[in-house]
C-alpha cells in the first residue's frame, strides 16, 4: 500500500530563521512527487512536480529536493506569509497519495 | 492558466436533502477529475476518479449511490451528495489534470465547506 508520510506535524519559525520540510513516500512505480501549500478553508495550490532522485526545483524562497525515498522542501528565510500547511503527495498516473501536511507558521 | 472552480464555496442544508457542487476547469481540458473530501486537521482522502464520458472509480468505503459523480464534458464534474446526514459535513475539494499539459500534476479547486444540519 502505497504511504506518505510528513514531518514534522507543525513547524514554528521566527521570520528569516530558515528550516526543512520532511516527506518519506512508499510508493510503487512513483511518477512525481508532488508539493502543495494549503491555505486554511482553501483547496491546495500547486508547486512542484519532481520526477526522479536528484531533481530539485526552486520558487522565490522554495526549493524541493528529491531521493529514492524521501523529499525535502527547503524554505530559506522566510517571511510570515509563507505560513501555511505544506502537503506532500506521491503516485503515479491515476492516483495520487497524500500525507498530512506540515503547519508551518512564521512569526515576525 | 490551470485554474480550476467550484460552486458553491459553501452551502448549508437540510439532513435528508441532496446537495450538488459543481468543478469546472476554466482554461485548460480535463480528461480526468477527481474528487476529495478533508475533515479538520486532516489530509486529503480520495473520494473517486472522475473519467470524461465514463463511469467513476470510487474508493473503497466510498457509497457510490450517496455520492453521485457526473462527468459530462472536458471541464465539468459534478459531485452530488444525496440524502444528506451531519456525518457528510465536511470540505470537498475537486482536482483535475489538464489533458495537454506535459506532467501529472492536479490542480485544485477552492473547495466547497458542506453543512448538514
Known amino acids: 500500500e502505497d504511504q506518505v508520510t510528513q514531518s514534522p506535524e507543525a513547524l514554528r519559525l521566527q521570520e528569516g530563521e530558515s528550516s526543512s520540510l520532511n516527506c518519506s513516500y512508499t510508493v510503487s512505480g512513483l511518477r512525481g512527487l508532488f508539493w502543495y501549500r494549503q491555505d486554511p478553508g482553501k483547496g491546495p495550490e500547486f508547486l512542484f512536480t519532481l520526477y526522479s532522485a536528484g531533481e530539485e526545483k526552486e520558487k522565490e524562497r522554495l526549493k524541493a529536493t528529491l531521493t529514492k525515498k524521501e523529499s525535502f522542501l527547503h524554505i530559506t528565510a522566510p517571511k510570515p506569509e509563507d505560513s501555511a500547511t505544506y502537503l506532500c503527495a506521491a503516485g503515479g498516473y491515476q492516483k495520487v497519495t497524500f500525507g498530512t501536511g506540515t503547519k508551518l507558521q512564521v512569526i515576525p | 492558466g490551470a485554474v480550476v472552480s467550484q460552486h458553491p464555496s459553501w452551502v448549508i442544508c437540510k439532513s435528508g436533502t441532496s446537495v450538488k457542487i459543481e468543478c469546472r476547469s476554466l482554461d485548460f481540458q480535463a480528461t480526468t477529475m477527481f474528487w476529495y473530501r478533508q475533515f479538520p486537521k486532516q489530509s486529503l482522502m480520495l473520494m473517486a476518479t472522475?473519467?470524461?464520458?465514463?463511469?467513476?472509480?470510487?474508493e473503497q468505503g466510498v457509497e457510490k449511490d450517496k455520492f453521485l459523480i457526473n462527468h459530462a464534458s472536458l471541464t465539468l464534474s459534478t459531485l452530488t451528495v444525496t440524502s444528506a446526514h451531519p456525518e457528510d459535513s465536511s470540505f470537498y475539494i475537486c482536482?483535475?489534470?489538464?489533458?495537454?499539459?506535459?506532467?501529472?500534476?492536479?490542480?485544485f479547486g477552492p473547495g466547497t465547506r458542506l453543512t448538514v444540519l
Open positions: 472522475s473519467n470524461e464520458g465514463s463511469k467513476a472509480t470510487y
Open positions: 482536482s483535475a489534470r489538464d489533458l495537454g499539459g506535459a506532467n501529472n500534476e492536479q490542480f
